[in-house]
């Protein structure tokens, strides 16, 4: 029997289950398990913030496991066969179908109406589609992201969803060399994005949040200021970054804090003629006002929504962690390591801000790389 | 002496005074006024709803002259030297500097703080610097575009300051062989925006606005639905659009409204993904509301505010006039000629929306194209 | 039994032979042919001009049907559930995967390593996997578009693979309004580009070609200029498009020749900064020479291979041809309606140039528009 | 009297003139001379392998300056006026006018015919404009960037002309996330372009020249691989990139070496669908060929041309030197000081690649930094 974490529905404790070992469909794969991230979504998900959530699910989206059975031959997103023993990654949207109208026509692939997610709009009664558990099935057509022999698979859960949202939500910001840029919200979205805005080519990278703790992991990733929203007010923040920016603002704001209210203010917080990405308003935090002339006809500002991320968002993400991990530390996003049992635990520290990022370690004794896990699979 | 309307101040009846021949610059242009352009920034003008406007003022910012004396050399966009008799118009904006900040390194012309634009922030003090004049005084350094001689002025000064805004925002717009457009707004802006969807390729234009008379029009023009705003709500709006478009949404909308309410619903109308210009909150027509979450980031849309126009956008304008002004109807636009004497009926004729557009005439007998023109100076 | 023409190899007469008729794959189609173009790409094939050809074939790429049995449900690119008697058409690109490094993280769909194409890459011996038969058989996934009810289907396939292609490098080109659009090539490809240029509001279009027919229905389509290749040299050609273009060059060119010398030519004939698009190159024609440093670097020129075309351009030239298709006249372009029978001698006359296009009409009677086709299903 | 170096003509030996000081225009701005860069151009210029340069001329394009004397007023590129003793870098390219068809309507400011090149295309008996002299003179309108406290001007020298040059090259690239790029070439251009490819998040980055000295800072620099021409052939380069980069090719290739087989070479570096950026084609090194359907076409391939910088780039690189140089040490480029008695060995030099770089120094003891300029100046 394989053990999983469920999550029976909103605000139930977290249980421990057995699962029957999967029969492999043709083109599927069973993942033994090495870790699975703990998010800001997993709380979203045991508040019930979340629509068209069919509880009961296995929690854990992104996740990184070892190849343990291949139902016939599979291979990765750059063609190549995978074997058993391959350390991987997968694309938790499972389905974006690269068929319908929006994948193809509109070329808008995160509004696919096909698209499902491990961890989240998966039922238990499936199966094992979710990441808190010690097999991970993954289904005919799942993305599967081989790791690089140099990046450490801790290093990738660190990074967790929060790297390839946003890494989508830069590519869309259209970051220029030199540029300012104002980062709102120094979660793991943020805080990634200050990287990202770095490997940009950004001259001035400056993230506005909080708690001081995170502020001072920004600062750590290389962040030119910080602006700490407990101790300054709107009008406040405006005026520093105008005292940061000749007065005239960042060129690029990027919005990653779930509040609704962030959203004029980074409007304003932005230059003319600049660039404003919202990536973090992924639940409905309600209304906010704003003025139509002043904050975007005459700023003649571009203001661009951005949801999810891609089997591409996800495949550059893995090349620029192998490529910068050791510059850029997002190894120190996690701050804590649970087995099963204590996915209860994870989950109330990462709604407590106690840690800035959980990760589920399903094995006792995962290898930490390649070389590693081939020795483990032969002993 | 010469004769020029002067709008003294917000709300005070215009007057024709008489002004000095001037004195010519080396490099600039004295245009003896074919026609100048009434439209409703003109009515906002005399409202006192714009800004920083140094009344008294003469007003008329779109015009056609013909060259009457140059200052030594002077030459057009395409460098091509003038002469006395050429039929031009010229860029309203003066002194868009193409050094500064914003004209340099952002490369966003419409934002440089240098802009002043003839017939509205340049004082009647400082001379003839508006169309509804006998004479228009280019100071050096005005961009001067020829009317080509297939093109009668006229139906220039018809398309008017509403064909440059209109260009700029459907370029902003980035359409799409075969999307659909919907436009908000009938006024100049928004029936110029219609044709040009069509010459973008556009499968469906669609022309939310009003009143019946201008809804005609738009139909003439060949939009292939029209909504009026008289007759729907917002929601039934919405409804419409959805049963047009396959449930998704306009691939593109673009906002000519000027009413600030249209701003969230045209992010309602708009597909997931789509595009979403904002070019007609011109003034400050107070705030709004919306939902970050659902009418923004969820839908990944891109919300694009677009301020002014620029040279390049008046020649384009142009070139488009000149190729396809037999095609689509521009010249039905004007509804009305005045005489200098008559200005302030012109203003009030547009202000209660009894015609499209007017146009001051100051010559009691204006040729119609070069042709025409070379002979009247000659003779 | 089906009647379908074969192509049993390069130079070997065509030949019409029997089918049984398929049984239908869950999600497969079976279509009633309705026509089926012949155009340049069908001479390459029988003149053994592209690699890979699994001869014998059954020609046709560009087709379309009346959906005559369905192998459960299948539904349009819109997502509308298919119903038997539809009229549609389908890209003739099957397999085009949607997943592969290509189709996901290269966003590059037609350079898929998946793709295979009816009528040129899938052999008889798998069935009836080509327009020229009474039926065509729709593999699962292929992808369908429903031809609207106002668009007479002969005018689509007259229409052709060459508007999708010429979409393709339209949307490339990235034309903007009043710019002035050289084709170079008078053939489907570039008669199709002449209207698309004019749907994006060019200021300007002149088509380089010949011979003399196809000029002059380059001018019926609204050509401002045409310069026949027969008269003129590469120098004077040159000349030419300064002279009309104050000396600059086009804004925009576009090859569609399938001659080699054609680039280098039109690289010359584009401006500084301009934009070539490079379609027409479709087989090998031999190595050209040209100049680096005065033909690419020092004009600051983009230079863009278009490769084929895939689902959102065949979906995008059906609403394009749906809404213009009684502006510009499509349907000249096909000069003669063939049988089965009389397949052979549509190829040599389209290879003889003695048609623009031909098409293959399998059936007696078919009927022209949807109203017609349930007629007939019904009777 | 002021002393400059100049270049009477090609080939003649370089001789330090006289030169009386200049009264200043208002707006003019003279500069204390702290260092020019000697660059390839420059040797260029010595083997009149340029057109139109009006010999004799005082060669330095790129150079820093300390403020001696402002005729009235002037403004940074910021808008900041300028005060005597601040130190400062201005474009070379004097007279990029901002007003004509080039810089307006076609945006593309590099190929404005009004540009002018301090070092390059002013001659001395004009004045003081050229870098290798103790003074230089600033003409009105000439744009000027302010050196941050925080940059050793001698850095943003060493740097010099090639490093804005490689940003509008790797601007034109769109490099994304994770990309291979590969650069040919590792002189001054290519080493920067190499850096700048790391600053937005390559996944890999291959030099590809010579010799082993320059291959050697390009691995200091960053390089992950670096391929020595000397060694190979053009079929064993493609072979390496492809294996490097899973068969594919290069995403983006970026052509920096001035031989014109380069470019047929870089067009089968990169992968289907890939950029490729030629800006090393500065002068003419004569025709090559290639394959228009096999190179261009049927790789669906992007090549972009990139002629000069302009003063966006120019900004944009003194702000990536300021926030960077001390990850990449761009200081390291500059093997050797000169003062303006030994110009002519700095040349040669440069000419025999004895050092990436050269700076002239004209004082004798110039300030590294702000502070110590003020100091200097208070003396």
Chains 1, 2, 3, 4 share one sequence.
Request: aromatic residues 6%.
């Amino acid at each position: 029997m394989i053990e999983a974490v469920v999550m029976p529905g909103p605000h139930q404790p977290l249980e421990v289950r057995q699962f029957a070992e999967p029969r492999l469909e043709a083109g599927a794969i069973l993942l033994r398990t090495l870790g699975s991230e703990v998010c800001g979504t997993d709380v979203h998900l045991w508040h019930g913030q979340l629509a068209g959530v069919p509880y009961p699910i296995i929690p854990g989206h992104v996740s990184v496991g070892q190849v343990a059975a291949i139902g016939g031959q599979a291979a990765d997103v750059d063609g190549r066969p995978l074997a058993v023993g391959d350390i991987v990654t997968f694309l938790d949207v499972y389905g974006s179908c690269g068929r319908c109208w929006y994948c193809t026509v509109a070329q808008a692939s995160t509004r696919c109406p096909q698209r499902r997610v491990y961890g989240i709009t998966l039922p238990a009664e499936e199966g094992l589609l979710g990441g808190w558990g010690q097999y991970i099935y993954l289904r005919p057509g799942v993305h599967v992201v081989a790791v690089p022999p140099e990046l450490p698979w801790t290093t990738l859960l660190a990074a967790g969803c929060g790297l390839p949202t946003a890494l989508h939500a830069v590519e869309r910001a259209d970051v220029r060399f030199g540029d300012v840029v104002v980062i709102q919200g120094s979660g793991p979205v943020g805080l990634s994005a200050a990287i990202l805005a770095q490997l940009q080519g950004a001259g001035q990278v400056v993230v506005v949040g909080g708690p001081t703790l995170r502020l001072n992991m920004a600062e750590q990733l290389g962040a030119d200021a910080v602006v700490d929203i407990a101790t300054t007010d709107a009008a406040e923040r405006i005026d520093i970054i105008h005292e940061l920016t000749n007065g005239r603002g960042a060129d690029v704001t990027i919005e990653a804090t779930g509040v609704a209210s962030a959203v004029p203010e980074g409007m304003r917080l932005t230059r003319d003629a600049g660039r404003y990405v919202v990536v973090g308003q992924y639940t409905n935090a309600g209304d906010v006002s704003f003025n139509p002339h002043l904050d975007l006809n005459q700023k003649h500002l571009d203001v661009r929504g951005c949801w999810g991320s891609d089997v591409g968002h996800v495949y550059r993400a893995v090349r620029v962690l192998a490529r910068y991990h050791t510059r850029f530390p997002w190894a120190n996003f996690v701050s804590g390591h649970y087995s099963l049992a204590q996915a209860q635990q994870a989950l109330e520290d990462v709604a407590a801000q106690r840690v800035v990022k959980a990760l589920i370690i399903p094995q006792s004794d995962p290898p930490e790389r390649i070389g590693d896990a081939e020795r483990a699979i032969q002993e």
